[in-house]
Protein backbone atom coordinates (compact mmCIF):
# COMPACT_ATOMS: atom_id res chain seq x y z
CA UNK A 1 0.00 0.00 0.00
CA UNK A 2 1.62 3.35 -1.00
CA UNK A 3 1.31 6.45 1.59
CA UNK A 4 -1.41 7.90 0.27
CA UNK A 5 -3.59 5.22 0.14
CA UNK A 6 -2.43 4.20 3.70
CA UNK A 7 -3.22 7.76 4.90
CA UNK A 8 -7.04 7.39 3.44
CA UNK A 9 -6.75 3.98 5.31
CA UNK A 10 -5.96 5.99 8.66
CA UNK A 11 -8.49 8.11 7.90
CA UNK A 12 -11.39 8.10 11.46
CA UNK A 13 -14.85 6.42 10.06
CA UNK A 14 -16.04 9.82 10.67
CA UNK A 15 -14.36 11.60 7.19
CA UNK A 16 -16.71 9.44 5.66
CA UNK A 17 -20.18 10.73 7.14
CA UNK A 18 -19.92 14.25 7.45
CA UNK A 19 -23.64 15.41 6.08
CA UNK A 20 -22.63 18.77 5.13
CA UNK A 21 -25.60 20.20 5.86
CA UNK A 22 -24.40 23.55 5.16
CA UNK A 23 -24.02 22.53 1.42
CA UNK A 24 -28.11 22.15 1.31
CA UNK A 25 -28.81 25.91 0.10
CA UNK A 26 -26.42 25.95 -2.51
CA UNK A 27 -28.50 23.06 -4.29
CA UNK A 28 -30.37 24.93 -6.77
CA UNK A 29 -34.03 24.41 -6.67
CA UNK A 30 -34.88 23.36 -9.86
CA UNK A 31 -32.84 20.57 -9.46
CA UNK A 32 -34.42 16.57 -9.62
CA UNK A 33 -31.48 14.20 -10.27
CA UNK A 34 -28.09 14.87 -9.21
CA UNK A 35 -24.43 13.25 -9.16
CA UNK A 36 -22.73 13.02 -6.21
CA UNK A 37 -19.17 12.83 -6.63
CA UNK A 38 -17.21 11.05 -3.56
CA UNK A 39 -20.68 10.98 -1.90
CA UNK A 40 -18.89 8.85 1.02
CA UNK A 41 -21.49 6.86 3.15
CA UNK A 42 -24.56 8.90 1.73
CA UNK A 43 -24.76 11.68 4.20
CA UNK A 44 -25.30 14.39 2.36
CA UNK A 45 -27.59 12.65 -0.66
CA UNK A 46 -29.76 11.22 2.31
CA UNK A 47 -30.34 14.26 3.75
CA UNK A 48 -30.82 16.20 0.58
CA UNK A 49 -33.69 13.49 -0.05
CA UNK A 50 -35.43 14.29 3.35
CA UNK A 51 -35.54 18.23 2.22
CA UNK A 52 -36.81 17.98 -1.30
CA UNK A 53 -37.90 15.05 -3.68
CA UNK A 54 -34.44 14.53 -5.61
CA UNK A 55 -33.01 11.40 -7.25
CA UNK A 56 -29.49 10.70 -6.28
CA UNK A 57 -26.54 8.53 -7.83
CA UNK A 58 -23.64 8.39 -5.71
CA UNK A 59 -19.82 7.69 -7.02
CA UNK A 60 -17.64 6.42 -3.98
CA UNK A 61 -14.34 4.79 -4.47
CA UNK A 62 -13.99 3.53 -1.26
CA UNK A 63 -16.20 0.14 -0.83
CA UNK A 64 -16.94 -0.13 2.61
CA UNK A 65 -18.28 3.54 2.57
CA UNK A 66 -20.26 2.74 -1.13
CA UNK A 67 -21.83 -0.26 0.98
CA UNK A 68 -23.42 2.51 3.64
CA UNK A 69 -24.22 4.70 0.75
CA UNK A 70 -26.39 2.30 -1.32
CA UNK A 71 -28.51 1.50 1.93
CA UNK A 72 -29.91 5.49 2.07
CA UNK A 73 -29.18 6.45 -1.83
CA UNK A 74 -30.61 5.68 -5.15
CA UNK A 75 -27.89 4.62 -6.60
CA UNK A 76 -23.88 3.82 -5.92
CA UNK A 77 -21.64 3.43 -8.21
CA UNK A 78 -18.01 2.46 -6.78
CA UNK A 79 -15.65 4.32 -9.12
CA UNK A 80 -12.22 5.59 -9.58
CA UNK A 81 -13.44 9.12 -11.62
CA UNK A 82 -9.75 9.57 -12.54
CA UNK A 83 -9.58 6.23 -13.73
CA UNK A 84 -13.02 5.62 -15.35
CA UNK A 85 -16.03 7.08 -17.22
CA UNK A 86 -19.51 6.19 -15.66
CA UNK A 87 -21.97 3.70 -16.81
CA UNK A 88 -24.65 6.45 -17.10
CA UNK A 89 -26.07 7.92 -20.58
CA UNK A 90 -24.87 11.49 -21.51
CA UNK A 91 -26.72 14.96 -20.59
CA UNK A 92 -28.58 12.48 -17.76
CA UNK A 93 -28.45 14.58 -14.60
CA UNK A 94 -29.60 18.37 -13.67
CA UNK A 95 -26.72 18.69 -11.07
CA UNK A 96 -23.36 17.32 -9.99
CA UNK A 97 -21.50 17.31 -6.85
CA UNK A 98 -18.20 17.66 -5.67
CA UNK A 99 -17.85 18.28 -2.15
CA UNK A 100 -14.44 17.80 -0.82
CA UNK A 101 -13.30 16.59 -3.46
CA UNK A 102 -11.44 18.31 -6.46
CA UNK A 103 -8.30 19.10 -4.25
CA UNK A 104 -7.97 15.04 -3.80
CA UNK A 105 -7.97 14.60 -7.54
CA UNK A 106 -4.33 14.44 -9.75
CA UNK A 107 -6.13 16.25 -12.43
CA UNK A 108 -9.55 17.99 -11.38
CA UNK A 109 -9.54 20.62 -14.25
CA UNK A 110 -10.30 17.12 -16.56
CA UNK A 111 -12.11 15.83 -13.96
CA UNK A 112 -14.82 18.67 -14.07
CA UNK A 113 -14.57 19.07 -18.15
CA UNK A 114 -15.24 15.43 -18.36
CA UNK A 115 -18.06 14.90 -16.43
CA UNK A 116 -19.82 17.36 -18.09
CA UNK A 117 -20.66 15.38 -20.48
CA UNK A 118 -23.22 13.53 -17.76
CA UNK A 119 -25.09 17.07 -17.40
CA UNK A 120 -28.03 18.70 -19.43
CA UNK A 121 -27.32 21.34 -21.47
CA UNK A 122 -26.81 24.34 -18.61
CA UNK A 123 -27.15 21.57 -16.19
CA UNK A 124 -25.45 22.86 -13.07
CA UNK A 125 -21.86 21.72 -10.46
CA UNK A 126 -21.89 22.10 -6.82
CA UNK A 127 -18.64 22.04 -4.83
CA UNK A 128 -17.07 23.00 -1.63
CA UNK A 129 -13.11 23.29 -2.08
CA UNK A 130 -10.84 23.87 0.65
CA UNK A 131 -9.00 27.62 0.95
CA UNK A 132 -5.21 27.23 0.79
CA UNK A 133 -5.26 31.17 2.51
CA UNK A 134 -7.77 30.24 5.65
CA UNK A 135 -6.54 31.66 8.73
CA UNK A 136 -4.58 28.71 10.51
CA UNK A 137 -2.55 27.65 7.33
CA UNK A 138 -2.09 31.50 6.04
CA UNK A 139 -0.34 31.90 9.91
CA UNK A 140 1.51 28.66 9.60
CA UNK A 141 3.18 29.86 6.67
CA UNK A 142 4.20 33.36 7.46
CA UNK A 143 4.34 33.52 10.77
CA UNK A 144 5.94 30.09 11.58
CA UNK A 145 7.61 29.84 7.92
CA UNK A 146 6.11 26.14 8.09
CA UNK A 147 3.57 24.12 6.15
CA UNK A 148 2.46 20.74 8.64
CA UNK A 149 0.24 18.10 6.72
CA UNK A 150 -2.64 16.98 8.88
CA UNK A 151 -4.95 14.10 9.39
CA UNK A 152 -8.43 16.46 8.10
CA UNK A 153 -8.82 20.16 7.32
CA UNK A 154 -6.99 22.43 4.69
CA UNK A 155 -4.11 20.65 5.07
CA UNK A 156 -4.85 17.30 5.13
CA UNK A 157 -2.44 15.02 3.51
CA UNK A 158 -4.49 13.38 1.43
CA UNK A 159 -4.98 16.57 -0.84
CA UNK A 160 -3.04 16.98 -4.15
CA UNK A 161 -4.66 20.52 -5.49
CA UNK A 162 -4.76 23.31 -2.69
CA UNK A 163 -7.03 26.40 -4.44
CA UNK A 164 -8.06 30.34 -3.43
CA UNK A 165 -10.84 31.62 -4.33
CA UNK A 166 -10.18 33.22 -7.57
CA UNK A 167 -8.20 29.51 -8.94
CA UNK A 168 -11.54 28.03 -7.45
CA UNK A 169 -13.21 30.10 -9.93
CA UNK A 170 -10.76 29.84 -13.04
CA UNK A 171 -11.24 26.28 -12.42
CA UNK A 172 -15.03 25.89 -13.62
CA UNK A 173 -14.13 28.65 -15.66
CA UNK A 174 -11.72 27.27 -17.57
CA UNK A 175 -13.66 23.54 -17.63
CA UNK A 176 -17.13 25.62 -19.47
CA UNK A 177 -19.03 26.31 -16.99
CA UNK A 178 -20.19 29.84 -15.67
CA UNK A 179 -19.94 31.10 -11.81
CA UNK A 180 -22.80 32.33 -10.86
CA UNK A 181 -21.96 32.19 -6.97
CA UNK A 182 -19.07 31.59 -4.77
CA UNK A 183 -19.08 32.14 -1.32
CA UNK A 184 -16.77 31.46 2.12
CA UNK A 185 -18.19 29.15 4.35
CA UNK A 186 -16.88 27.65 7.26
CA UNK A 187 -15.79 31.29 8.37
CA UNK A 188 -14.09 32.01 12.00
CA UNK A 189 -13.75 35.41 13.49
CA UNK A 190 -10.13 37.25 13.31
CA UNK A 191 -8.12 37.78 16.50
CA UNK A 192 -8.29 41.45 16.98
CA UNK A 193 -5.19 42.18 15.66
CA UNK A 194 -5.62 40.74 12.31
CA UNK A 195 -8.88 42.15 11.80
CA UNK A 196 -7.28 45.72 12.42
CA UNK A 197 -4.73 44.78 9.25
CA UNK A 198 -7.97 43.54 7.10
CA UNK A 199 -9.39 46.65 7.85
CA UNK A 200 -6.23 49.22 7.17
CA UNK A 201 -5.63 46.98 4.01
CA UNK A 202 -9.03 47.69 2.73
CA UNK A 203 -10.62 44.29 3.40
CA UNK A 204 -7.95 42.50 1.60
CA UNK A 205 -8.15 39.02 3.69
CA UNK A 206 -11.41 38.75 3.97
CA UNK A 207 -11.22 35.26 2.38
CA UNK A 208 -8.84 34.40 4.88
CA UNK A 209 -11.73 33.83 7.14
CA UNK A 210 -13.14 30.87 5.15
CA UNK A 211 -12.40 27.35 5.55
CA UNK A 212 -13.71 26.44 2.43
CA UNK A 213 -15.74 28.04 -0.53
CA UNK A 214 -18.79 26.64 -2.49
CA UNK A 215 -19.45 27.25 -5.54
CA UNK A 216 -21.95 27.24 -7.94
CA UNK A 217 -21.39 27.16 -11.39
CA UNK A 218 -23.44 26.33 -14.99
CA UNK A 219 -22.78 24.44 -17.75
CA UNK A 220 -22.60 26.76 -20.84
CA UNK A 221 -24.04 25.59 -24.04
CA UNK A 222 -21.04 23.82 -26.54
Given at each position: MNNLASAYEDKNSSYFSNDRREMLSFIPP?????????CGNGSFGALLKESRRVEVTGVESFAAAA????RVLDRVLES??????LE???????CITYNDVLEHLHDPWTTVSR??????????VVASIPNIRYFDAFKSLLVNK?????????LDRTHLRFFTEKSIARLFEESGFEVLRLQGINGRPFPWKFRVLNFLCGHRFDDVRFRQFACVARRLAT
Open positions: EVTNLLEIGVRARDIERADIPHGYFDFAQYLRPGGYDWIYQSEGV
